[in-house]
Each structure stands twice: as C-alpha cells, then as structure tokens.
C-alpha cells in the first residue's frame, strides 16, 4: 500500500489545506483533504500524514506494509532521524529549544507504531502523478476556506 501526501499554506503562517491519496493494488482507493485557517507549512504536511495513517487504523490490516511518500523532507528526516534525538533531549532541538509541532509529532509517531511504515521523499511539483493529485487537493483545501 503506498500513501502520497501533502500540506502547505497561503502565507505561512496562514490558510493550510492538506491532502493524501492511498494505493492499494496499484490504483487509487482513497483520498481525504482538509483544511486549518491559521497554520503553518510543516503543520500541515504532518496532518496529512496523520490522516492518512488514521483513516488506515480504522479498517486495514496493521501488518501490511505502507510505504509513505511525502514531498516534504521536514516529515521524512523527522520521522525517521530527528524524532528519536528530540525524545532523548526531553523535545528539544540541538540548540536546546522546545521542538515544534511536538503534539504532532507524537501523534504521527503513535500511529506509524501501528503499521509497517517505510518513508519516501519525493521532489513536489516533478510529475508525479499521486504528489500532484495531493497537491491539487491541498490547493483546494486552502480555496475552500
């Protein structure tokens, strides 16, 4: 199964939509968007993600394998190389400030606990076909605010 998603804002902070599509079996089987009035950017790509893996908890098996693909690297290098830094230092940073968007983080850290989940970049706005689709849907989101 392989899930693509995005967020973004008009302004940051701003208006944010952010938006998913999941595969399964090679074609698409959902796709969700929403929308915040005062957000951020890196907020935003992380409820995407968060969504996706929720709407997941609630039927799939948890033992299948997911393979996320996010245009933003702010949640790949997160999730799998920062996060564990932030637990050890008590959620700060390197330079010993408070980590953003830790309730986030948390969250998306709980529900990938529950399934295999490989992390992917993908460069946005570079043709893909499901990054594309996640980002008109982001747009949308934004719009409909």
């Known amino acids: 199964m392989e899930i693509y998603t995005d967020g ?6 701003g208006p944010g939509g952010w938006a998913y599509v999941i595969i399964k ?7 969700k968007w929403g929308a915040e009035k005062l957000t951020t950017n ?10 996706a893996l929720e709407f997941l908890a609630l039927d799939e098996k948890k033992e299948e394998k997911i ?9 790949q290098k997160g999730i799998t190389l920062w996060l564990a830094e ?4 008590g959620w ?4 010993k400030k408070p980590v953003k ?5 948390q969250r998306l850290e709980a529900l990938a606990g529950q399934f295999p989940v490989s992390w992917v970049w993908v460069r946005g706005h570079a043709g893909n076909e499901y990054n594309e689709r ?9 719009v409909s605010l």
């Not at 932030?86 to 230092?89: E, G, N, Q, R, S």
């Open 134 to 142: 996640c980002d008109e849907l982001t747009r949308t989101a934004i």
């Open 86 to 89: 932030w637990k050890k230092k």
């Open 8 to 13: 973004g804002c008009s302004g940051n902070p």
């Open 42 to 51: 890196n907020r935003m790509e992380l409820q995407a993600v968060i969504a």
């Open 67 to 75: 393979t996320v693909y996010t245009d933003s690297q702010y949640v």
């Open 101 to 105: 968007n830790q309730d986030l983080w």
């Open 25 to 31: 079996g090679g074609v698409p089987f959902a796709e």
């Open 92 to 95: 700060k940073t390197s330079d």
